[in-house]
């Protein structure tokens, strides 16, 4: 008797998935983005606090840019969290999407949200921390950011078309509200 070639089941059961759910195996992002707006805000600046704004590149071409300063070491018990709601009509209404950072220590948003999405971009534009194992602690100093761009990288293959508010506030000692909104359309091949 002849030898059959066998797939391993895990293989076909990623082939299957894949096609069915349209190809989200590949490494490319299936959308673009563009910064719409950003603002941050602080309850106390004796502690922390910052500006954002956007600087324009080109014809709807959009970067941010701004600085973040703390003036105390960042407190172990600090917690965060990171909401990511999405509108489809223009911004009037917006519902959660699935992609939130539910409220944690924010050393644990840095070694996780931050180290996998982050921190590759925040690397080409801006002074934000840069580490390979684990963040542990952050001292009392100023950030600054220069026409930043967030990789899609670390996001999903697909996005609906719509704009997507990120929120990312703070909670403890330290209370800091950032937001961005983003527009999401399809790439045109």
Known sequence: MGSKLRMPPLLILVMCCDSIM???????QTW?????????????ESLAGGETHLER????????????????????????????YRSNDGGATYKLEPYSVPRTVVYHTMNTFYKDIVMSSAANCSNFPQFKDKIELIRAQTFTYNKCLLSPDGFPTYLPDGI???EMQSFGMIELFFEALVEVTQKTF
Not at 58 to 84: A, H
């Open 22 to 28: 349209g190809g989200s195996i590949r490494s490319k």
């Open 32 to 44: 673009t983005y563009r910064i719409r707006s950003t603002r941050m805000a602080t309850n106390n």
């Open 57 to 84: 590149e080109g014809r709807g071409e959009y970067t941010m840019s701004g600085y973040l300063y703390f003036n105390v070491d960042i407190p172990q018990d600090l917690e965060g969290e990171v909401n990511i």
């Open 164 to 166: 997507y508010k990120f």
